[in-house]
RNA sequence: GGAGACUUCGCCUAGUCUGGUCUAUGGCGCCGCACUGCUAAUGCGGUUGGGGUCUUAAAGCCCCUCCCGGGUUCGAAUCCCGGAGUCUCCGCCA
């Protein structure tokens, strides 16, 4: 895979070909966007960007794409007819060889060098036109304000705030109870890093037993995937490039390939079925993964992230659709529920936030956040994002589906939804459970699976 | 880690030694049509995926695609080099 240009991340480190393992001929991964939609209504995608963009940003990169567009066009235009003469010249020769006549030889080695010429002008404009395509973020759905975290909306509440007459924080608790030891963890893997212990470990595991049961219950095809991962799936989940000092990678001489440590099993999922052509009948195609995360979060730790708030690894169950395009509203609409029926079985305080443009993630056209009370810092902390994507994963992972009747194919939707991660959940069952006596109260749905109703501090 | 076999348009498969008429064979599946009272069977036709061009659209035309990348050649599924993957055997190993 030589030909790619490098592409320069967020903290300038210029990394080998972070892009897709396709060839640069302009196959179906080489927009991001619909490059149809650019040309056509170029205002249309504009507007829509300038709300996660600066709009003079916007029509920069914009140019320069139907800049490079054209000319891609043009290069392909000339290659294709010089190749077309060449192949009549070959057939040519092999007729008047057949036929006995001297063939023809046609000053084979400059025209050579002219094509290959031509072509690696188009490489390199093609390799131009994708990175800045690929630098562009999702067109956000008309129901999504502008700007940024100020412009969230909460849109929904679940259950009150219990009233607590002594607070006592997540940490403490887990302390007192023995269900994490944290100064352990620092000693296995460094700071960012926890071990649950005893019954924090059953309680853990009974969390995502809980979620893997409903989600099969609820039609979603059970994956465990590597957790090791290839750079072409990272740049279709659209993690990479803008993600890609995030994430863990392996030095080059353990993993020649450049993989890397999956920050999320999204990534797994839709890499899946990179280059599929999923039946039609099928849609949607819903799955679920449980993987660790591994993320290198930025050092530095704030009060309210204390604990398992946020760390290096932390456990995720994460649930996916693949659908046609006009199933993908009822499937936001489903898969908000399903999330929410955890949180809700769990017995759990939580509120639903649309999320605006600029706070949703690029990949997404749409985000709603399930944040969950946490009564030790009187905040509410994310326990899910649910999002759909549109097609704009799917033409980077080049996962389509055939019109039925037609024989065209087209580019899926694809949604995906944390149900749930347990390293907020965890802090927040604590805290919202916790008695007066130093107890914590086990939600119901988790009693069979730790053989226990109540959490009782170590003597 | 070593040795060998292999990778062809959804699946199976012919073609690779001996480069051109491969503009890729045949079967299965799928789609359409015909026949039949219905089903089945049969017959005929279609069926890789991209890109470019033209068009209101469709059709057409052109280019690429025989695992990927490079090379040789007027010309590569076919020859050469590098890589990936699959299988078999051997070795090693939590």
């Not at 549109?390 to 992972?397: F, L, N, P, V």
Request: net charge negative.
């Amino acid at each position: 895979m030589g030909s790619r240009s490098p592409s320069r991340t967020e903290r300038g480190a210029t990394v080998a070909s972070v892009g897709p393992p396709v060839t640069p001929d302009g196959g179906v991964r080489s927009s991001m966007l619909d490059m149809e939609l650019i040309r056509k209504d170029r205002e249309a995608v504009a507007t829509a960007l300038a709300k996660r963009l600066d709009p003079a940003e916007v029509n920069r990169a914009l140019d320069e794409i139907q800049r490079l567009d054209q000319e891609r066009r043009a290069l392909i235009t000339e290659i294709d007819a010089e190749r077309q003469r060449r192949k009549a010249e070959a057939r040519a020769y092999a007729q008047a060889k057949r036929a006995g006549t001297e063939p023809q030889v046609t000053a084979p080695e400059t025209e050579r060098k002219q094509l290959a010429d031509l072509e690696s002008q188009l490489d390199e404009v093609q390799a131009r036109l994708r990175d800045a395509m690929s630098e562009l973020p999702n067109l956000p759905s008309d129901d999504v304000l502008p700007g940024g975290k100020e412009a969230n909306r909460v849109v929904k509440t679940f259950g009150e705030p219990p009233a607590i007459e002594k607070v006592r924080d997540h940490v403490e608790l887990s302390r007192a109870l023995g269900l994490v030891d944290y100064e352990r963890g620092v000693k296995l893997g460094g700071s960012g890093f926890w071990m649950y212990t005893g019954v924090g470990a059953r309680l853990e595991w009974a969390l995502l037993n809980y979620f893997i049961d409903q989600h099969i219950r609820a039609g979603y095809e059970f994956l465990l995937p590597p957790h090791l991962l290839l750079d072409s799936a990272g740049f279709a989940a659209g993690q990479f490039p803008k993600f890609y000092d995030d994430v863990y990678h392996l030095d080059r001489e353990s993993a020649p390939r450049g993989q890397f440590l999956l920050p999320t099993s999204e990534t797994a999922i839709l890499g899946a079925y990179q280059d599929e052509i999923l039946e039609t009948p099928k849609l949607p195609l819903k799955a679920f993964a449980y993987t660790p995360c591994y993320r290198r979060e930025s050092a530095g730790s704030h009060s309210d992230e204390r604990g398992t708030v946020r760390g290096h690894q932390f456990n995720k169950v994460e649930i996916f659709q693949f659908t046609l395009p006009e199933q993908a509203d009822d499937a936001l609409e489903e898969m908000l529920a399903h999330a929410e029926s955890l949180v809700e079985g769990l017995g759990l305080h939580y509120q639903r936030t649309l999320l605006s443009a600029g706070d949703s993630s690029a990949s997404m056209k749409k985000t709603l956040d399930i944040e969950v009370w946490m009564p030790s810092t009187g905040k509410y902390k994310e326990v899910s994002s649910v999002s759909w994507a549109g097609d704009y994963q799917a033409r980077r992972a080049a996962i389509r589906y055939r019109e039925p009747g037609g024989k065209q194919t087209r580019f899926v939707h694809t949604l995906n939804g944390s149900a749930l991660a347990t390293s907020r959940l965890f802090p927040a069952i604590l805290e919202q459970f916790q008695q007066a006596d130093g107890s914590v109260l086990i939600p119901e749905v988790l009693r069979d699976r730790m053989g226990t109703d109540r959490l009782t501090p170590l003597r």
